[in-house]
């Protein structure tokens, strides 16, 4: 393995190629507004740009132990200045995207200004990384009452020029958060880490440059740096109208596979409710069957464990129920600003009228853990990121049991053209990008649940999809969306005595071992109870992660 890996690196890195999607983009044709190239926030217009000169990359480290590289923006539309510089890991190819902006306004106090200086934070002369050549990391030093949103580096020691970067006015910026480290350097004690706006949400102003951080390791803030803030009184004015979004689904509507040996389907709700769902209340031992549009379940309040649903008690009824019904299945499309309305977000909700039981692997060993995982109603799903700036898809969310995965574009499998591909797993229907096994638990000792993807039946999102309400367009919303209670029961079983049901043939040291795993993870994977609606989850209003 090491001989391919070392091979690997002497070939031709991946980000020396340039990301383009399997077919053509659709043509907006649009002179303002959604996918028109440009995005007033106030009074500063900007552009994203996705065209590049590189300026210096590091070869060992990051993902893959790859390295990254560092870009300057170029070709930027006429009287457009740079606010900061990209990177992006080699381990893939070059598809990100920076913003630039320009000043409208003839105000006496510009939004834009030009930095006074810049500030040598960080070299890369003395450092034992391999790398081509060195690199100079530069903070612009704004002026009173401006902000800076990104650094440049040069390639040189000598500074970059003021006369191309700019700073922003200080109410044109929002507080940043640092992401994941992309790039260390543990010797000198340095991190590389993108930024992103610290509160993103469907009412959140703050804009990402695309730019990145460098922390210091003994004094890790982001206070230098900020993102900028959508401030104009149109908030939404290039978000995607109805049709513009119908015609993204046409393009970008995801494929959904199924394990070949799924017995738990997806199904819509309105043939769950139909086919014998009941509701039950606190205190109350009678219960209530479900209205096919759900206008008999309670609306609004909160979770408060006054109200659940259940299966129907006659037992093969139940039975039919729990495998879903494919032929049924819609998905449901909550359509949201994101990142300031420069992107809209488009969840993709399916709905499983039952969660299978989990099935354990350890080391060699799979074992099916009974009733563990088990619960009535399971809510999943994918989310579609688009750019309002041209129309495209910049990534996709998978989620997986109590969190998920943002995957680039780049890094998506497509079929039939620009639709990505998701996979559900095996009982449990968390997404994941790509067929295979992935492990919740440890897996570096072989122990964990199981996800099991692989190409069963493949659900086309683009003939099943319904919308059920896009945020800015006031859109009427089915009643059972407004249930804010459990889709499911409390668990009916002890999980400590169905554990000890299947691990009881193990040696001592595997039995503890999983049995410590299990005690490690969340209520969303052990199925202890059922799940709320989508629109009682934290991503309804906020971003994913």
Known sequence: MGNFLRAKKKGPLPIETSFSFPSPLPSWNSDEGFASGLIDIGGLELSQVSTFTKV??????????LGVSFFRPTELPAGFFILGHYVQPNNKPLSGQILVGRDVTDAASPILKAPLDFNLIWSSQNSDVKQSGSAYFWLPSPPDGYRSVGLAVTNTPDKP??????????????????????????????????LRPLYRGVQALGVPVGTFLIQNHSSPTVSALA???NNSTNFTRSMPTLSQIQTLMQNFSPWIYLHPNEPYLPSSVNWFFKNGALLYQKDNQMSIPIQMDGSNLPQGGSNDGSYWIDLPTNNSQMEMVKKGDITSTEVYLHVKPMLGATCTDIAIWVFYPFNGPARAKVEFINISLGKIGEHVGDWE???LRISNFTGELLSMYFSEHSGGTWVDASQLEFEGGNRPVAYSSLHGHAFYSKPGLVLQGNSKLGIGIRNDTAKGTRMDVGERYKFVSVDYLGMAEPAWLNYARKWGPKKSYDTTKELEKVVKFLPKKLKERLEKMIESLPDEVLGEEGPTGPKVKSNWLNDEQ
Do not use: M, Y
């Open 161 to 194: 020029s003021v006369d191309e970067f700019r700073c922003i006015r200080n109410d044109f910026t929002e507080e940043c958060e640092a992401g994941s480290s992309i790039w260390d350097d543990d010797k000198d004690g340095i991190s590389l880490l993108p």
């Open 56 to 65: 210096w990359s590091v070869l060992q480290g990051g993902p893959d132990d």
């Open 227 to 229: 993102c900028l803030k």
């Open 381 to 383: 799903h994918v989310t």
